[in-house]
């Protein structure tokens, strides 16, 4: 069965980066993008970007452009978000989601990952 | 970008109601529309895709309609493990856009 696996809960201070990884498994990896979702405390669900393992092609947010890149490495079946210069407004939980579709902009988010939470605090 | 907007914000109904979610996109998306689900501390779980496919192994009292501007998702008989808030969300075009979110309590 197909699963995304994220990487665990971490604190930040204002002004760092940090790294959440989704491990896939259970389907080819490099078959479907893969997007990434936020949800701050409380709070809907905010779309943030995709990559598409094959090419590396990624897509973003304008809000999240030059703060946010997008990565994966196929050897290990794992995409990666990396947000940088993180401000408070920061805090949330970080999904990570499969898409699959049919033609045209028939796309939707079949799997997800169980989510990370970031804290960004001094 | 395009907005994506639900009512109501919240509902409280009764086991068995017939409960119904209207989300209107600020231009037309075709049946580029999409439902989830989130419950209370997990991850959301995709309902509903492209306006009215059910997904696999989802209850067949939730259904979806719409197309245009103009979409519903309906739970025909509420349980008690529909306890939640429900998301629309369009793939027409980037940014990829989730309604505010409808949540579901049970009277």
């Known amino acids: 069965q197909v699963d995304l696996v994220q990487s665990g809960a971490v604190v930040k201070k204002p002004g760092a980066s940090v790294k959440v990884s989704c491990k896939a498994s259970g389907y080819t990896f490099t078959d479907f993008a893969v997007h990434w979702v936020r949800q701050a405390p409380g709070q809907g669900l905010e779309w943030m970007g995709w990559i598409t393992p094959n090419r590396g092609d990624t897509d973003s947010a304008q809000k999240f452009q030059g703060r946010l890149t997008l990565t994966r490495d196929t050897s290990t079946n794992t995409a990666y978000m990396e947000l940088s210069r993180l401000r408070s407004d920061d805090t949330a939980i970080y999904y990570c989601a499969r898409v699959v579709g049919g033609s045209g902009f028939f796309e939707w988010f079949d799997s997800w990952g169980q989510g990370s939470l970031v804290t960004v605090s001094s | 970008d395009i907005q994506m907007t639900q009512s109501p914000s919240s509902l409280s109904a009764s086991v068995g109601d017939r409960v119904t979610i209207t989300c209107r996109a600020s231009?037309?998306?075709?049946?580029?529309l999409n439902w989830y689900q989130q419950k209370p501390g997990k991850a959301p779980k995709l309902l509903v895709y492209a306006a009215s496919s059910l997904q696999s192994g989802v209850p067949s009292r939730f259904s979806g309609s719409g197309s245009g501007t103009d979409f519903t998702l309906t739970i025909s008989s509420l349980q008690p493990e529909d306890l939640a808030t429900y998301y629309c969300?369009?793939?027409?075009?980037?940014?990829?856009?989730f309604g505010q979110g409808t949540k579901v309590e049970i009277k």
């Open positions: 231009q037309s998306i075709s049946t580029y």
């Open positions: 969300q369009q793939s027409n075009s980037s940014p990829r856009t």
